[in-house]
């Protein structure tokens, strides 16, 4: 591909991105948002609307569901979320919190699956949904059974971006506390990424103990203290080694 043809479709795909995580808008109101022409703009929309991932109403630009279609045909075939997704909803109903189901992609942690028990907490995540991998319970449970080489590359180009005070900036720190999550077998997150939710999360492996996702549930802080934790510890921790087994007969 020309080097004409990777920026027009880094174009289109920071037009959908724009479009994707602030709704709708016009031409104009668009080109002045991605500081690019407006002619530029107008083209690229138009392109996009003719493939049926981009809608137009009344001059106002926006993504359809298209996408939604495309995510939940990937999320099928995978075969962590075959194996998962029903057992969600029974560790919702023991826990009482907000149970998700993440992999690693591209560099980030990303919800497969999402499940809520009766007591939890909106916290508005839905699947698709992405984060750093250092700042989240389920990130650092996979990063903890990545080859040691692959994390400093995923710092190296993704960061270690603050997002609470007390999301972890050192990697040295990071990485501590990488070993002592292989040796406790689940990760923990103390408002890392959300200020006052605990976040626990066990990492699922496969027989050749390579890393294909993390269960993790969440709560208030202040309902979550030192004994649920434990115990909360022990379902995700049971519900991954379940799961690792039902891997071998997807």
Do not use: W
């Amino acid at each position: 591909m020309t080097n004409t043809s990777n920026r027009s479709v880094e174009r289109a795909f920071k037009i959908v991105d724009e479009l994707a995580e602030n709704g709708s808008g016009g031409v104009s109101d668009l080109a002045g948002r991605l500081d690019m022409p407006v002619s530029t703009v107008h083209n690229y929309l138009q392109a996009l609307v003719a493939t049926g991932y981009i809608t137009v109403e009344e001059k106002e630009y926006s993504t359809t569901t298209r996408f939604l279609e495309v995510g939940n045909q990937q999320r099928h075939r995978l075969e962590i979320f075959k194996v998962v997704s029903d057992k969600l909803q029974d560790i919702a109903a023991e826990t009482g919190e907000h149970v998700t189901l993440m992999i690693e992609e591209n560099d980030q942690c990303v919800i497969v699956a999402v499940q809520e028990g009766p007591d939890a907490v909106n916290l508005f995540a839905y699947p698709g949904a992405r984060m750093p991998l250092h700042a989240a319970a389920p990130g650092k449970a996979i990063l903890a059974h990545m080859p040691e080489d692959r994390v400093q590359e995923i710092i190296d180009r993704q960061g270690l971006i603050e997002m609470t005070n007390r999301t972890i900036t050192d990697p040295d720190v990071l990485f501590e506390q990488l070993e002592r999550i292989r040796d406790q077998g689940y990760a923990i997150d103390e408002g890392e990424r959300i200020a006052g939710m605990v976040c626990i999360s066990a990492p699922v492996l496969d027989k050749s103990d390579h890393i294909r996702g993390a269960i993790c549930v969440c709560g208030p802080q202040s309902r979550i203290d030192e004994e649920r934790r434990e115990e909360i510890a022990d379902i995700v921790k049971r519900s991954a080694n379940v799961t690792q087994v039902n891997l071998d007969y997807v």
